[in-house]
């Protein structure tokens, strides 16, 4: 069963301190590693799809890479409004059915 | 990117009534929904997978008479949470693929259910 595996849980940074979240996985048949990030009561909105191993992905502030056992996702600088839960996702599996499996997520907190 | 609408995002009901979720692919075409269900602080569980014009394919657990999906459109997937219970409140959210694309899903903004 594919599994994806998020750390830290909760993490809170200054305004301007880079960081990294981590998401390890263990999927057969890796088909796509996705980021999405969640606000509180919304659904989340997609930010990356990563396909293989050394694969990097940039938006803003926001950079993700990809390694056959884990992906990171850098955050440069942040600001208060990046303050969100990020979460990981894998598609793995071959054939017609491919599950989308997610993580519990990293809940961010960017103090001004 | 894609975009996904749910309808409602909110919705309070008694126990014992049936409540209907949309969701809605707004500019493109989707054979294939998913329907998650996400408890706070837990991830996204999927329910089943909605396919247009067949039956939906459900998870291990999840009970096909409690949760109708109908997908009777390339746009539209529906969610009927049937005879609804407390245990039933959670927030609900509807995912598409596009239509010949590789992979990513869009999301829907979520609908919260509370049964009383």
């Known amino acids: 069963e594919d599994q994806v595996t998020q750390s830290p849980e909760a993490l809170r940074l200054q305004e301007g301190e880079s960081s990294s979240l981590n998401c390890s996985y263990t999927v057969s048949g890796l088909r796509g590693l996705f980021w999405y990030r969640q606000d509180p009561g919304k659904g989340p909105e997609f930010l990356f799809t990563?396909?293989?191993a050394g694969e990097e992905k940039e938006k803003e502030r926001l950079k993700a890479t990809l390694t056959k056992k884990e992906s990171f996702l850098h955050i440069t600088a942040p600001k208060p409004e990046d303050s969100a839960t990020y979460l990981c996702?894998?598609?793995?599996?071959?054939?017609?059915?491919?599950?989308?499996?997610f993580g519990t997520g990293t809940k961010l907190q960017v103090i001004p | 990117g894609a975009v996904v609408s749910q309808h409602p995002s909110r919705v309070i009901c008694k126990s014992g009534t049936s409540v209907k979720i949309e969701c809605r692919s707004l500019d493109f075409q989707a054979t294939t929904m998913f329907w998650y269900r996400q408890f706070p602080k837990q991830s996204l569980m999927l329910m089943a997978t909605?396919?247009?014009?067949?039956?939906?394919?459900?998870e291990q657990g999840v009970e096909k008479d409690k949760f109708l999906i109908n997908h009777a459109s390339l746009t539209l997937s529906t969610l009927t949470v049937t005879s609804a219970h407390p245990e039933d409140s959670s927030f609900y959210i509807c995912?598409?693929?596009?239509?010949?694309?590789?992979?990513?899903?869009?999301f829907g903004e979520g609908s919260r259910l509370t049964v009383l």
């Open positions: 996702a894998v598609r793995g599996g071959s054939g017609g059915y491919q599950k989308v499996t």
């Open positions: 909605s396919n247009e014009g067949s039956k939906a394919t459900y």
């Open positions: 990563l396909y293989s």
């Open positions: 995912s598409a693929r596009e239509q010949g694309t590789t992979g990513e899903l869009f």
